[in-house]
């Protein structure tokens, strides 16, 4: 397994460096530019712009530019944002705590009760459990995470709702990130935007875990396990449960880059300062090397999240070896 995980991560590197070149030449076609903010600026000449671009090396073919980048990104340094007139690491480092608090806790909080809803839904087929959480999961799929983000601020922030004879109104935007903030004025902040999310991401992973447990549970080694008279509970848990994961793996694997790249829409509604916003923002300032930096992060996550789903295949199903 040693072997396979430190192959693939070599094989990861050209990979790697043929998603930073398509990337580079993309974004170089852009209009504009990464001199895009100064040209904004009228107080800019056009013998200050020509300096710019020969200071930047704007003024050498593509191809040259991209192995300057490369580089300086070999070195540690992803450049400097124009946006955020500060590093592109430290600015991507300022907000990935916050993105990290929102997706974990969303994710994690989906995962469990999306799993439990879909083992509930697969063996009480046909039921009204089933009928409700599949009437559930498809809502949660369906709908428009702008209108639901939307609706959930209204109901519990605007208007807020009673609770033991209190009137109770959540916060509808920004984090508690003050030094004097504490745990639990932190939670508050986060639990609107990680329901939105989790509902989403709930969905999706009960109706994944549904069809892996239904296709598992009519297996045979199942019906054996049941004839030697375990319970349901073992043979659910400890027959089926391991089996139905793997399918789901796949989809938490697809998840996982979603913990850097953020919640673009949520983050922007409930003024989340996460990675989400952090890249609407060097968008709608073409900050070419806080898109770079962002996008490449973004992409090595990709990478190293595919890796961790093959090693997952192996620790859940014996019969898959890694050479």
Not at 27 to 53: F, M, V, W
Not at 304 to 311: E, I, M, P, Y
Request: with cysteine.
């Amino acid at each position: 397994m040693l072997s396979f995980v430190v192959r693939r991560i070599f094989q990861s590197i050209p990979l790697l460096l043929l998603i930073s070149m398509i990337l580079f030449g993309i974004i170089s076609q852009a209009p504009g530019g990464p001199l895009t903010p100064y040209l904004q600026n009228p107080h800019i000449t056009e013998a200050d712009i020509a300096r710019l671009k020969h200071n930047l090396g704007l003024d050498q073919p593509v191809p040259i530019q991209y192995l300057h980048w490369l580089w300086q990104v070999v070195r540690g340094d992803f450049g400097y944002s124009t946006s955020n007139s500060e590093s592109v690491m430290q600015a991507i480092l300022d907000r990935l705590p916050f993105t990290l608090e929102l997706m974990v806790t969303a994710i994690g909080v989906a995962l469990i009760v999306g799993v439990c809803f879909g083992i509930l839904s697969a063996i009480k087929q046909y039921s009204w459990v089933d009928f409700t959480i599949t009437t559930l999961a498809f809502f949660g799929q369906s709908m428009p995470v702008f209108w639901f983000a939307l609706m959930v601020q209204l109901a519990f922030s605007v208007n807020g709702f009673t609770c033991c004879g209190y009137h109770i109104a959540l916060p509808s935007a920004g984090h508690s990130s003050g030094e004097d903030s504490g745990f639990g004025d932190r939670i508050v902040h986060l639990i609107l935007p990680a329901a939105v999310l989790s509902v989403l991401y709930l969905a999706q992973f009960s109706r994944f875990m549904r069809s892996s447990m239904l296709e598992v549970i009519h297996s045979d080694y199942i019906r054996t396990a049941s004839a030697k008279g375990l319970t349901r509970f073992n043979v659910v848990m400890r027959h089926a449960f391991r089996n139905a994961l793997i399918p789901l793996v796949t989809i938490i694997a697809l998840t996982i880059p979603d913990l850097v790249g953020g919640a673009i829409v949520t983050e922007r509604i409930f003024a989340w300062g996460g990675m989400g916003s952090l890249f609407i923002d060097a968008l709608g300032q073409f900050d070419f090397a806080l898109l770079m930096g962002f996008m490449c992060l973004s992409a090595v996550f990709v990478v190293l999240s595919n890796l961790a789903a093959d090693v997952c295949y192996a620790w859940l199903d014996p019969r898959v070896k890694y050479t």
